[in-house]
């Protein structure tokens, strides 16, 4: 039996793109637990939650090949590279699915915009257990290195123990040079506020940039993926695909 | 007291784009329960989910207003449109966020890719009750009429009793002259499947467009949404912005 065959396929994608610092590092921290397969976006896609693309095809191309590793780049959105990859490189049903690690936080409710999630979503969706990491930082030349110990440890978790159906992880980090642990939470509530910085254009026109803060409305909650971020922990948090809110059928059947 | 300013402000917006026959069909069955805003995408955004503009500034323009009807179109996503409204356009926070009525089926997993679902969950974690309709046709002239009243009936029951915080509807219905009536469901679980239609080009490279079959691990389940839109009900699935998966908490406790 060819013991090279029994390593685990982790499939690696991202939104930032696949020239960005973030999955550069993932791909290094993840080399030792299995055989990688890379096919990312070609542009950053950040923002670009589970979006695919309907109007227009996409491609795809080689970058790169070693043992133990291979890099596509692809035309189309996070999800798509994710579809995409399953249909065309890999030669089996990948072990783990990974996104990241995205330049900028995706915890609380930036979970249902982000397009490394995307990746996440999309792997869960296909039934392999999947990941996502961020780390709390958008500076193209941020520090991973203290991020890598964890990122490896949880992906070598997952691989072990495997994942419920219809769950994965959203996994943030600290931009921190020391980090408490990791912590299991729950999705932060909140919303995005003063989202839009208004710029006047030739005069009778304007345009508009998305920024904004984020405001917790549980800041309290020790709970939360906020609160642990903010103490210096790796936030942990599970998410399910299936968004069935159960807990309102009763009352809607009383409606209709 | 002027009774006009009381009656309910409904933001209204899709993900096929202001020119679809889908949003002016909701427009009219909506009109008679409140002043209506209409902020759209300017282009098709078919499968944006809650995707966001983020390396480009947006913009907007008045198309026409007439009483009780304003009509905006906006050079973003679906999701910025509701965004770039609370922003802009609404002289208060709405009543009600309806995206639709989509010319296509958003049941199951494509509550995940649906730029429709990205207007509504964008309502919802603005705290605002919001719905998103889909008609089970991707016909540009697809025939709404038989939707119309339900339409008309969901919505002013939102208004009527609202929804809890996090939570909205999903509603799907088929496309048939005849409806069976109202079913309360839960998300049909399943996958695509033959995503990638592979085209060759210039003999050396190869292109692929998006299309696919979505097949059901749980096609028996008379309580889903899939079974519901093929038995010919009108399909209200409650989705919640929580995507926490609370039940893997204490499992992944034991990990770390």
Not at 28 to 41: F, N, Q, S
Not at 136 to 157: L, Q, T, W
Request: aromatic fraction near 8%.
């Amino acid at each position: 039996m060819d013991k090279t065959n029994k390593r685990p396929l982790i499939l690696v994608s991202n939104d930032d793109g696949i020239t960005s610092k973030g999955i550069s590092e993932l791909i290094k921290y993840l080399r030792p637990l299995g055989e990688i397969v890379v096919m990312a976006p070609d542009t950053p896609r950040s923002g670009s939650a589970s979006a695919l693309t309907v109007t227009e095809p996409i491609s795809y191309r080689l970058l790169r090949r070693e043992v133990g590793l291979s890099v596509y780049k692809c035309s189309g959105t996070p999800a798509d590279c994710v579809k995409l990859a399953f249909h065309t490189v890999l030669d089996r049903k990948p072990d783990l699915v990974v996104g990241g690690i995205n330049h900028g936080d995706n915890s609380a409710v930036n979970v249902h915009y982000s397009g490394t999630m995307g990746v996440v979503i999309e792997g869960c969706l296909k039934g392999v257990p999947s990941i996502g990491f961020s780390l709390c930082s958008h500076e193209p030349n941020a520090d991973f290195e203290p991020a890598g110990s964890y990122v490896r440890k949880i992906a070598r978790m997952v691989l072990e123990k495997g994942l419920p159906a219809l769950t994965c992880l959203n996994v943030n980090i600290p931009d921190l040079k020391e980090l408490q642990g990791i912590k299991v939470c729950e999705q932060t509530k909140g919303q995005w506020v003063n989202e839009w910085e208004n710029f006047a254009h030739r005069g009778d026109s304007h345009y508009y940039w998305l920024t904004g803060n984020f405001e917790a409305t549980d800041n309290e909650n020790t709970k939360n993926d906020h609160w642990a971020l903010t103490n210096g922990w790796v936030a942990v948090t599970p998410v399910t695909v299936d968004v069935t809110a159960y807990g309102l059928i009763d009352e809607l059947n009383t409606w209709f």
